[in-house]
């Protein structure tokens, strides 16, 4: 049988941290034993060209985009610059065995483990590992010298820091405060359905000075007829969402109307909606009368339960603000905030030029972000 993945072996090879300043005999000073950075950080070229030369030749480091460091408890290192890549995700929508995946079908990557379905690279508890990945124009870089390594714990970073890089544009906008309250103020949000491409073009447009309106209609253009009946195909598999499927498809098939009498009705319709599944979730648990305050808890913690990883696409604990911020969003007639909330529409107050097409396709995601933390 041929061996796919063959290594380059290095013997001898003891190395227990990277230094983080020059350190003097008899002096003190700290290593870095555990670290993931990426290419645009300041510490990305000192990690990556004193780790590196340890294995490579300076002439290839420039053609280097991905690598693997396996070294063993004999300090024994198993160089590859090919090897498997399996990701464990939490899926948008069906899949069907062997077909592509696209990123738009990720709703979120929980791990990461260099197998495949006939190969895996062999990685033991105490090993130390340096891995290497390019996503776009960005590389990253992980290394555990610790010789403490859990491999469990190992899929489970690495899971996190390969979504870091791939969605990075999606988490930038979010730790970029005054961007990110921009996006959330005119009533986006990085939605799990929304996240890829047309999230992109989202943060694109609030990024530009000019405002572009191109890009905010290439997203709505994305949401015809079509995509809305992909997305809401996997609505009625829920008991919550089934029982109130005419209810639900009556402000769909406004929002297909496409026009402002069917952005009112379908914002109306879904608002309402939305809090009535909500309720009749908390119902089910025993809750027969909740506040509004109770129903924001209790989808932060199905939220929270369903997206328990790190820097989660499901966004637990961003979107419990938001839900708060701008669904549950009150009204002050005296100050001029009307908006097209829950309870601006419930009490008639929400102004008419507050429902347009944008905010009716702004419910649809909620209601799609809630079925996701409610499954």
Not at 13 to 40: C, L, M, R, V, Y
Not at 54 to 61: M, T, V
Not at 107 to 125: E, M
Not at 270 to 285: C, H, P, T
């Amino acid at each position: 049988m041929k061996i796919l993945y063959t290594p380059q072996i290095k013997y001898n090879i003891k190395i227990s941290g990277i230094a983080t300043s020059d350190i003097a005999p008899e002096k003190h000073g700290f290593i870095i034993q555990k670290q993931f950075t990426e290419s645009n950080n300041q510490d990305f070229s000192l990690r990556f060209y004193s780790i590196l030369l340890l294995f490579i030749p300076e002439s290839e480091l420039d053609v280097i985009n991905n690598l693997l460091i396996v070294i063993d408890k004999h300090n024994i290192a198993k160089i590859y610059r090919d090897f498997p890549l399996q990701l464990e995700i939490r899926a948008k929508k069906d899949i069907q065995q062997g077909s592509p995946v696209a990123l738009d079908s990720i709703a979120d990557i929980k791990r990461l483990k260099f197998r495949d379905v006939n190969n895996k690279i062999t990685i033991n508890d105490g090993d130390q590992v340096v891995y290497l990945f390019r996503k776009g124009p960005r590389l990253g870089l992980y290394f555990d010298f610790s010789r403490t390594l859990k491999v469990a714990e190992l899929e489970l970073d690495l899971g996190e820091y390969f979504k870091r890089l791939l969605y990075f544009e999606t988490f930038l906008s979010i730790k970029n405060h005054n961007l990110y309250q921009e996006i959330v103020s005119a009533g986006w949000f990085p939605f799990i359905s929304l996240i890829g491409v047309a999230y992109d073009n989202v943060v694109r447009y609030y990024k530009d000075p000019e405002k572009n309106i191109f890009a905010l209609n290439t997203v709505l253009d994305t949401y015809d007829d079509k995509k809305i009946d992909e997305l809401t195909e996997y609505w009625w598999r829920s008991i919550l969402f089934y029982e109130k499927k005419s209810l639900i498809e009556a402000g769909l098939l406004a929002y297909k109307q496409k026009n402002q009498a069917g952005y009112i009705n379908c914002i109306k319709n879904l608002n309402s909606e939305i809090e009535g599944i909500i309720r009749k979730a908390l119902f089910q648990k025993g809750n027969n009368n909740p506040e509004t305050k109770d129903l924001k808890k209790f989808i932060k913690q199905k939220a929270l339960k369903n997206f328990n990883t790190y820097s989660s696409l499901g966004f637990p604990n961003e979107f419990a603000e938001y839900l708060n911020d701008v669904f549950f969003e009150n009204f002050n007639i005296n100050k001029g905030i009307t908006p097209a909330s829950r309870h601006g529409t419930a009490h008639g107050v929400a102004t008419e030029d507050k429902f347009n097409q944008i905010k009716a396709l702004q419910t649809i995601l909620i209601l799609d972000q809630i079925k996701f933390y409610l499954s």
